[in-house]
C-alpha cells in the first residue's frame, strides 16, 4: 500500500503538470469563449468525434482545435479530481497520518480548482475568475509537490508504518 500511496502522489504531479499545460492551450487558443457550457460541450457530454478530430494531420486536433483543447482540459481535469479524492480515501483507510494529512488540503484545493474553472467557463472567462483560475493553479501543483515530496521522505525514513488514526 505504501507504494501504491506514493505512485498516486507522483502521478498527482504529473497529472497536475499536464492539466496546467493544457490549461495554457486554453487559454491560448481562447477556448473559454467560443465553448462555454458546461457539463455539456459543443451540445453533448462527449463531442461528435468528426468535430473532434476534423484538422488534417490528425495530431493537430489535440493543439490547434479549440474543441479538442478544451474537452482534453475538462476530462484530465475530471480525472486529477477523482484521483485526488480517491488519494484522500486511500490515506483514511491506510490508517496512517504524519506526512500523509497533506492528502486532505490537496484533495480541497482541486475540488475548488474545477469548481472555478467551471465558473470562469460559464461566465465567459470574466479576467478576475480567469487568474484566480490560474492562481490557484499554483497552489494545487505546490500542494501537490510538497505532498509528493514529504510522502517520499517518509518512506525513505521508513516512518509510513501502520498507525490507528480511524
Ligand atoms: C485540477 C483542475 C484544473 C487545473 C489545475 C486547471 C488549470 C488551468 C490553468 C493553469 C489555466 C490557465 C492557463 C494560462 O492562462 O496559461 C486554465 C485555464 C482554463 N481552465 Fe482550467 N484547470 C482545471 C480545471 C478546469 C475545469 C474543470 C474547467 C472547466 C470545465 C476549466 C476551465 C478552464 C478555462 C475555460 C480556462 C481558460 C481561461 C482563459 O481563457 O484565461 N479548468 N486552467
Known sequence: MN??????????VVLVLAQIYLGALVAGL???LVYNTWPTIDGA???????????QPLWRNFFENALTVQFQHRMTGYAVWLVALWHWL??????????????????????????????????????GLALAHQGMAMIVLALATLHAARLGAAARRGALAPERVL
Open 3 to 12: 507504494t501504491r500511496l506514493r505512485a498516486t502522489a507522483v502521478g498527482l
Open 30 to 32: 481562447r477556448a473559454g
Open 45 to 55: 457530454l462527449v463531442p461528435a468525434g468528426a468535430r473532434l478530430f476534423f484538422e
Open 90 to 127: 486511500d490515506v483514511l483507510r491506510s490508517r496512517r497520518k504524519g506526512p500523509l494529512t497533506g492528502a486532505l488540503p490537496l484533495a480541497v484545493v482541486v475540488t475548488l480548482q474545477a469548481a472555478l474553472g467551471i465558473l470562469t467557463l460559464i461566465h465567459q472567462v470574466p479576467i
